[in-house]
């Protein structure tokens, strides 16, 4: 892998052994499904049979009758507590418990509470609903046209700047429309030798955290404490005080380590539920989801993507992009990702002629959300099936077709935002050289065929968003960091310590990081998208900074000659006379953001930095099973300056793999709107026999001038070209391209019957 030397402090590019290890590898580290507090109640959760119905009647005597209930409680009876007992972050269209109707199989209904959670795991099988069923409907193309409407009325939240513009709308399954027309799309086709046409399918899928979804509330005086497994503790205060009407204040989150998050424990989940019902029965209240129940919470998009190119000479000319989100039953995060991807949909070509159609649909699926890459890879996964079609039907190499027409530095994205500190070219390069593209390859004898196939993507970063943090420098000269970034495995406890020793001159091991306690430490919108090492990257760098521009006035107020070799320890003992005091520094980032034309939805500044990551593979099928197998995994990507390589190294290598589950095997399998396959018995993720014979990873040389120390985020890049590199790979093998996932044995071997006639 290659690195960039370290900063001359020497933290920063140093592979730092991550802070929480120790702790997770003796089993000390915390969690919230571990904690218990006294007089605490387990809470179980009765859900809906139906994908799509209006409740008649919920009958909960029984359930009531169990010995050791302490109570039931259905929609109704939260509405006593909370008036509009409805949450999100792009809508307010999702109940603490369901009222009036039911949108999909699995959603919360009613509740039961007890001590002990096998009494209400026993009582919640009791409670009996009737519902009169409506008609569903779960494709994300039908959901434009359905005479079945999701949602009557869309209220929007109001919460992100970026998201101004959503409006309530009435009797549509059309949560967000984001158009795009850069140039005339039209003539472009008209003037063209080729006109090339596709459609291109993703599945819905699970994020499957190891550590399931868990919040636990504890109501005090005028005053409530949640602990919950969130990447968002900061919006969690704000859209519980938002519920109950009280002031920030009386709202504090905690955040302990994550188990994994991925996108699944974003914004609100179980969180306005524990609040509600522990305020009602002012006892603590703990709900922990099994596995199979994390099913029915939220998910990741399922797509549907139509994409229209014209060629000349070689080039592409003009592109029209139809992109349609499945987002269940609630919007959750959907309009974000459906405007904030849906503008990439071209790819990472110099296309002058753009039109691009994003919906976000309403459907009676279970909800859906961010799930690492933020619907990237299903962009990915259709512009670069697109781009190998064109390049085979031209008989162009795909290498050679994707130079022709790759964006370059300083050129302008769809959107109409230059390109910037983006090693596009670089990291395809990168690829073929390692790969050996020009050379001679062994393609195979008999019925197992060889292929290999090439992909490349990008993502824009989320904004505007906000991060404060704050740095701690004690009497004795140690430090703290006090910031609302959530360490879920991704390494930003380390990588945030390495940026404050790199400002201050000290070691890395030496920063005590201070975990999400929104008592404690400061704002951050969310850990999500990539963000975090340059939003909050910044913020802790100014932080530092601001502390150690303190330090230098303290020694200069001492009367000490510019250059003395004082550390903060002797400085705090020269003024104090004893080891005391602290000095505290606070840094606030928010990057440049000019929201788009709502006329055209152009910006010359939609995003502070570009992810780019690629992928390349070489594969074996055997064409009289369909059997994949992955000989050679090359994973490229422009992260800037990596802050530790290592960790780096890691976030690479589970990203793809991540993805590589999503593109052979993982599926939600429904039966009129029933998930069939809600376990890891029926559900398949990646397993060490799934690991390619050969991964490598590799960060190309390059630096973000405008991030924290010349790096940006990397936690999703490696997930932008798996799929399309396979699906590539096996149609150089076998000859016969898939346009939907996954790519299971069965559906590779049908496709080459087919073929076969």
């Not at 039911?102 to 009791?126: C, M």
């Not at 991964?695 to 120390?709: F, K, L, R, T, W």
Request: proline fraction near 6%.
């Amino acid at each position: 892998m290659n690195v960039m030397r370290p900063m001359p402090g020497g933290q920063v590019g140093r592979s730092v052994p991550r802070l929480e290890a120790r702790q997770k590898v003796t089993g000390r580290a915390e969690y919230v499904h571990n904690l218990t507090v006294p007089g605490m109640l387990h809470v179980k959760v009765f859900r809906s049979t139906v994908p799509h119905g209006r409740i008649l009647s919920i009958d909960t005597s029984a359930a009531e009758a169990v010995d050791g209930v302490f109570r039931v409680i259905t929609g109704e009876d939260v509405k006593t507590l909370v008036s509009e007992p409805y949450y999100g972050p792009a809508f307010h269209d999702q109940p603490v418990l369901a009222l009036e109707k039911v949108r999909y199989v699995g959603e919360p209904v009613a509740v039961v509470l007890a001590e002990d959670p096998y009494i209400a795991a026993e009582a919640v099988q009791l409670i009996t609903a009737e519902y009169e069923e409506l008609e569903p409907v779960f494709d994300e193309v039908e959901a434009v046209t359905s005479k079945a409407v999701v949602h009557d009325v869309l209220r929007p939240a109001g919460t992100f700047p970026d998201l101004k513009h959503l409006v309530g709308r009435r009797d549509t399954n059309v949560a967000l429309d984001y158009q795009l027309r850069r140039g005339d799309v039209d003539a472009a086709f008209a003037e063209a030798d080729r006109v090339f046409e596709h459609e291109f399918r993703t599945q819905q899928t699970m994020h499957t955290p190891l550590e399931p979804m868990v919040s636990l509330a504890i109501p005090g005086h005028e005053s409530l404490t949640i602990h919950t497994a969130s990447q968002s503790p900061s919006f969690v205060r704000i859209e519980i005080a938002r519920l109950l009407g009280w002031p920030e204040n009386r709202v504090r989150v905690v955040v302990p380590h994550l188990g994994g998050g991925f996108g699944a424990k974003l914004y609100i989940k179980l969180e306005a539920l524990v609040a509600c019902l522990a305020l009602m029965v002012r006892r603590p209240v703990k709900l922990s989801l099994t596995m199979e129940e994390q099913f029915y919470t939220i998910s990741k998009h399922a797509s549907t993507f139509r994409i229209k190119s014209s060629v000349k000479d070689g080039k592409v000319t003009g592109r029209r992009c139809e992109v349609f989100w499945n987002g269940g039953a609630y919007a959750d995060i959907g309009p974000r990702v459906t405007q904030k991807s849906g503008f990439t949909a071209p790819g990472p070509y110099d296309i002058e002629n753009v039109s691009i159609d994003s919906y976000a649909l309403y459907t009676n699926r279970p909800p859906a959300g961010a799930l690492r890459g933020f619907g990237i890879p299903q962009l990915v996964w259709a512009y670069e099936g697109h781009t190998d079609l064109i390049a085979r039907e031209l008989g162009i190499d795909p290498v050679e077709f994707r130079r022709n027409n790759i964006l370059r530095e300083g050129r302008e994205q769809a959107t109409g935002t230059a390109m910037k500190d983006a090693a596009i070219e670089a990291v395809l390069e990168d690829i073929a050289a390692k790969m050996e593209w020009s050379k001679p390859f062994d393609r195979g004898t008999g019925p197992v065929k060889r292929g290999r196939g090439i992909a490349i993507g990008f993502k824009a970063s989320i904004s505007p968003t906000t991060s404060v943090a704050i740095v701690n420098v004690y009497g004795d000269g140690s430090c703290s960091l006090y910031l609302s970034t959530v360490d879920m495995g991704q390494g930003s406890d380390t990588a945030m310590a390495q940026i404050v020793a790199e400002t201050l001159g000290i070691d890395t091991e030496n920063v005590k990081v201070i975990h999400p306690d929104t008592d404690v430490t400061p704002y951050d919108m969310a850990t999500l998208g990539s963000r975090s090492t340059f939003h909050m990257g910044h913020a802790v760098k100014l932080a530092a900074q601001h502390a150690r521009d303190q330090l230098s006035a303290l020694s200069e107020s001492l009367g000490l000659p510019p250059g003395t070799n004082y550390g903060p320890k002797d400085l705090f003992k020269k003024k104090y006379g004893m080891q005391a005091g602290n000095i505290v520094g606070v840094g606030t980032y928010i990057p440049e953001y000019k929201s788009p034309d709502p006329a055209t939805g152009l910006s010359e500044n939609v995003t502070p930095f570009w992810m780019i990551g690629g992928t390349g593979v070489e594969i074996e099928v055997d064409s009289e099973t369909g059997h994949i197998r992955i000989l050679r995994m090359i994973n490229a990507v422009d992260c800037g300056r990596p802050l530790n390589p290592r960790v780096v190294e890691t976030q690479l290598s589970g990203a793809a793999l991540m993805q590589l589950g999503f593109t052979l095997f993982e599926n939600m399998e429904y039966d009129n709107g029933q998930v069939t396959n809600a376990s890891f018995a029926d559900y398949k993720i990646p397993g060490i026999h799934d690991v390619p014979l050969r991964m490598e990873n590799d960060i190309v040389e390059a630096e973000q001038v405008s991030g924290p120390y010349g790096a940006k985020g990397v936690g999703e890049s490696a997930t932008f070209g798996v799929s399309p590199a396979i699906a590539s790979a096996i149609h150089d093998a076998v000859g016969v391209r898939l346009t939907e996932m996954p790519l299971t044995p069965e559906a590779v071997f049908r496709a080459i019957r087919a073929q076969q006639g």
